[in-house]
């Protein structure tokens, strides 16, 4: 089921040009449970995760925590540290769990050598 149902039109949208991925049947209601599983499935495809903000305790940081069990990049773009939500980020990079992002241009590079190194195509 679409969540939240005020996306449903956007959700329509994106499986009538490319591909919605669940590991839930269709038909179940959105569930915490839910949310917190999908970071798995996020993590899993992609070849690379970016934290630019979270919380210590949050579905960002969850999904990074996946990526490095699967053994896969993850990058963290600082923040304050009065910021709650620099703490995310702000722990990877202290606990040398992710390489600093500062800048756009940083994150495109990491992108592309990943992408490189998985044997995926780059412009």
Not at 26 to 41: D, Q, W
Not at 91 to 112: C, W, Y
Request: no cysteine; net charge positive; aromatic share 2%.
């Amino acid at each position: 089921m679409p969540y939240p149902a005020a996306h449903t039109e956007l959700l329509d949208a994106i499986a009538a040009q490319g591909v919605i991925v669940s590991e839930w049947p269709p038909g179940l209601i959105a569930s915490r449970l839910r949310f917190l599983t999908r970071n798995r499935v996020i993590a899993a495809l992609a070849t690379a995760t970016l934290v630019a903000e979270a919380g210590e305790r949050s579905g960002a940081m969850a999904t990074a925590r996946h990526a490095r069990s699967l053994r896969r990049l993850v990058a963290a773009v600082p923040g304050p540290i009065t910021s709650d939500l620099s703490r995310g980020p702000n722990s990877l990079i202290r606990k040398r769990q992710a390489i600093l992002a500062t800048n756009g241009g940083e994150v495109i590079d990491t992108a592309l050598s990943v992408g490189s190194a998985a044997g995926v195509q780059t412009p």
